[in-house]
């Protein structure tokens, strides 16, 4: 056996070897088959197709507005956990582990900024995605659900965003939260029950953040795993992302499989 | 059966067969089940035990408030005024969106920072979007002599305490 | 073609087997599949890699300016003292100033409501999937509907004292009543474009000029107890 002199026969190597092509189970290579088979064969990537139609890679059809929500979304998680790690959602100690954060823990004050701007970002991101997803007319037939979809995920970004915004306990948070949640309670007939539920009490306190925190941190972020996963889904499902002809005129997508007709 | 449908009594049905009747049993016993379970949920959800200060004030003793008064007590959120028909006590919680209020001496009106809501001594709105006008608490003296005020129940407007 | 081998056809719906598909190609036809002739890209590399760029990019801009800017704390919550004014987070603040003008009911409960419910069934109205613009047909009776529908809106506005939100219907009006002049002749490109939208288009960009405008109210021209100011000279 040879050893390799360079690092790209090192990788053939690698990827050569059984442990490599027990994991990845279509080997590898850059012939269109095996480009296809990387996506077609993974259990994550399989949501997407393994071919996409050109006019939809375009930078100005979409301005890649749905792909930068994503990617706010994937920064908040993961800062969003380490941040977990450093907070106690209890009354006071909320307070005392922000000022930790921003002084004390390493790196405390970048993670922490870099949620709160990635949370500002994503929320006004994703109200863009909606209106050039309605300029654009990607709404129409097939895809008047996936846009529903879309909907449900705005009002999931927006939720988590209210109900972080609480976590670091002070003033701008207790307040913001007292004011919003004193809307519920305009609710007729159950507005009060509403509001009860919400808070934990009567009143914004240890029960409302602990009840916040895991909203913030479990029920919705899960919800909206499953609504992007869904949205993804149907994306591919009604036929790729919707670019409009060069007309003027907006037409339905045109790729589908009709029946063969008889020649006469 | 047409004649049968015209009648003004509902008829049972007579033939349905195992398959139906378990179906039956089973999606009401679920639907059973399934009203237990939102029950249950929101019964625990609604918190049986809170950890809040009692909504019962202890203000002290009412010589100790002067004639005309107006006594903002912050922790409780409460209006004690004495007025020289007697006392009162109003919610400091504006009725628009549950900002705390504040006395104005000057202007002799109490006004809400958030959205600028402004009441009389007496809780009537003067102007702004708050829809209701302050509540009166219910006030009265314990056997030790002191001013008590109930935070949770609501009386009527201009029924003073006259001690 | 090859002679045609012995098979049985017939239709087979066994559930514990897996079907054999079969294509008849009877005469005189042939099996066409019709698709777009579009030209495709694969997924992996274009997609992914276009993605993981847009992303990476994102994640440096965000991380710059979290290198510089940080995010507000004030004082802990203090259950006794409202702070003067009392903001709510910059995406709600349209809908707070919206509470200034109308009950909470109205702005918290009702308006929001009917906002999502609105958004939710554009797709549902076939209106909204010919898109045609707006006054290309029936142009006397739409343009006097408009009108009456306009000068309602914004007698409403002024009677509530809404004086904000009126720039925007004034926009948007004027953008409507040059589409109501205007065909898919007409000289400049403007006239055409404004002439082909329809009036989905023109309820949306009311709706996301109103949200800027009263966004933008509620963060720089409001101060304490909700007053107007002007952010220059404060």
Known sequence: MKIPMNAEQTIEK???????????????????LHRALAIQQNIFLHLFATKVRKRMVRFSATWYLGTLTLGTFLILVITGILLMLYYHPSVPQAYADMKDLQFVVSSGLFLRNLHRWSA????????????????????????????????????????????????????????????????????????????????????????????????????????????????????????????????????????????AQEVK | MPDESQAATPKLPTEFDRRAFFTRVG?????????????????????????????????????????????MDVNTA???VRAEEGFFALSEVCTHLGCLTAWNQDLGIIVCPCHGSKFTRTGEKIEGPAPKPLPWLKTWVSDDGDLLVDRS??????????? | MSTPKDFAAGIDSDQRRSPTRVVFVTRRTSAQVKVSREDQVQTFPEVLFRAALAIELLAILLV??????????????????????????????????LLHYFPPVVAGVLVPTLLIVSLIVIP???????????FLKDRARRKQIFYIATAGMLIFLLLFHVYVAVAPTVIVALGMVVAAHSTPESPSQLRRYLASKPLSYWIMTWFLLELIVLTAVGTFFRGPGWSWVWPWRS
């Not at chain 1, 919003?180 to 306190?205: E, R």
């Open chain 1, 14 to 32: 690698v990827r050569g070897s059984r442990i490599w092509r027990s994991v990845f189970r279509s080997g590898t290579g850059n012939s269109t």
């Open chain 1, 120 to 259: 500002q970002l994503m929320v006004f991101l994703v109200f863009a995605h909606m209106f050039k997803v309605f300029y654009r007319g990607a709404y129409r037939t097939p895809r008047e659900f996936n846009w529903v979809v879309g909907i449900v995920l705005l009002l999931i970004t927006l939720l988590l965003s209210y109900t972080g915004y609480l976590l670091p306990w002070d003033q701008l948070a207790f307040w913001a939260i007292t004011v919003g949640s004193n809307l519920s309670s305009a609710v007729p007939l159950v507005g009060n029950k509403i509001h009860f539920l919400l808070l934990g009490g009567n009143q914004v306190n240890a029960n409302a953040l602990l009840r916040f925190y895991v909203l913030h941190c479990v029920v919705l972020p899960i919800m909206a795993v499953l609504f992007i996963a869904v949205h993804f889904w149907r994306i591919r499902k009604d036929g790729g992302l919707y670019v409009q002809q060069s007309e003027p005129k907006a037409q339905a997508p045109s790729d589908s499989i009709e029946p």
């Open chain 2, 27 to 71: 999606l009401r016993s679920l639907g059973i089940a399934a009203a237990g379970t939102i029950v249950f949920t929101y019964e625990f959800l609604s918190p049986n035990v809170l950890f809040e200060p009692s909504p019962i004030v202890n203000l002290g003793k009412p010589d100790s408030f002067a004639v005309n008064s107006v006594t």
């Open chain 2, 78 to 80: 409460i209006y004690l």
């Open chain 2, 153 to 163: 129940a609501n009386i009527p407007p201009l029924q003073y305490l006259r001690i």
């Open chain 3, 64 to 97: 710059v300016f979290s290198l510089f800017f940080n995010a507000p704390l004030e004082g802990i919550a203090d259950p006794t003292h409202t702070p003067n004014p009392a903001k709510a987070p910059w995406y709600f603040l349209g809908l707070q100033e």
């Open chain 3, 124 to 134: 549902y109205f076939n209106i909204n999937i010919e898109a045609s613009g707006m």
